[in-house]
C-alpha cells in the first residue's frame, strides 16, 4: 500500500524554472529506482529523467533537468530550469519499491502534475 504523490507543477513562462516532487508514503523495504516520465497532449508518455545511484536524462533535458533523491524523507526531485513551450506535459513520478530485502521491486507510477510553459 504504497503512494506516490506529486506536487509543484504550474504555469511558468519560457525560460523559468519548476522544481517537481514526488513523496512516497506508506510501508515498504526501500526504493530502488525513481524515474520522472511526462506526456504531451497527443503524444505519448516519454522518458524524462531516472536516478539509481547514476542519474540518467532524455537528451532533450540533459543540461535543463536535474533529478535528485532525498533518502530521508523518501522523496525524488525534478528540477527544470530554462523551461520551453516543448516542456508543457503532465509530469509523472514512478518507483520501484521492495518491500524486504528478498524479492524484485514492484512499480508504482504518482498521479501525474501539469507543467504548462507559456508566456
Known amino acids: 500500500q504504497v503512494q506516490l504523490v506529486e506536487s509543484g507543477g504550474g504555469l511558468v513562462q519560457p525560460g523559468g524554472s519548476l522544481r517537481l516532487s514526488c513523496a512516497a508514503s506508506?510501508?515498504?523495504?526501500?526504493?530502488?529506482?525513481t524515474a520522472w516520465f511526462r506526456q504531451a497532449p497527443g503524444k505519448q508518455r516519454e522518458f524524462v529523467a531516472s536516478i539509481n545511484g547514476k542519474t540518467t536524462y532524455n537528451n532533450a533535458v540533459k543540461g535543463r533537468f536535474t533529478i535528485s533523491r532525498d533518502f530521508a524523507k523518501n522523496t525524488v526531485y525534478l528540477q527544470m530550469d530554462t523551461l520551453t513551450a516543448e516542456d508543457t506535459a503532465v509530469y509523472y513520478c514512478?518507483?520501484?519499491?521492495?518491500?524486504?530485502?528478498?524479492?524484485?521491486?514492484?512499480?508504482?507510477w504518482g498521479q501525474g502534475t501539469q507543467v504548462t510553459v507559456s508566456s
Open positions: 514512478n518507483a520501484e519499491i521492495t518491500f524486504d530485502a528478498y524479492h524484485q521491486p514492484s512499480l508504482y
Open positions: 506508506g510501508s515498504f523495504f526501500a526504493i530502488i529506482n
